[in-house]
């Protein structure tokens, strides 16, 4: 809600001076968790999107990075989680972790969209953008969608060449 009233605090404040039909989000990690959320959300406001790293689908993500922990606090809010044990999430976690993410809203979202992965990364699996990536490419085609890959980097997406790639 934060990032909508900002968003249209600034159009309605700016009127002739931003275009309110070319609104875009950027956002790595967690950035790019708000970023799909966003799009997927509020189609009629941000019309196209770049992320890293995103996470996309906390119940796919929570028993393959190395940190379950936040995907428990994301979904069910602060001591959720007990940090002296892991245990798998149940079907009932899972479906909440799945509603809490952003592919939950993905059959929304019309946005044409970047996602940058570095696939080295054991924070957010690359897999949470792959999935995300296809699915979205088997829905708006494949011209709405590109994916960019760099095998040698991991969640930061850091060595100059495939910064300066992404961005």
Known sequence: ADVVAATNNVLSRTKGLVDGTRV???G???GGFLACHLIGQHPELFKVAAMR???TNIATMVSATDIPDWCYVETFGP???DYTKFEPPTA???QAMHAASPVAHLHKVTAPTLIALGLSDKRVPPSQGLEYYH???AKNGATKTKLLV???NDHAIDQ???DADHW
Request: glycine residues 12%.
């Open 24 to 26: 875009g989000i950027c």
């Open 28 to 30: 790595g990690s967690h």
């Open 53 to 55: 790293n995103p996470v």
């Open 79 to 81: 001591g959720s989680y």
């Open 92 to 94: 009932d976690q899972l």
């Open 135 to 137: 699915a979205l490419r």
């Open 150 to 152: 760099y095998e040698e």
């Open 160 to 162: 100059p060449a495939c």
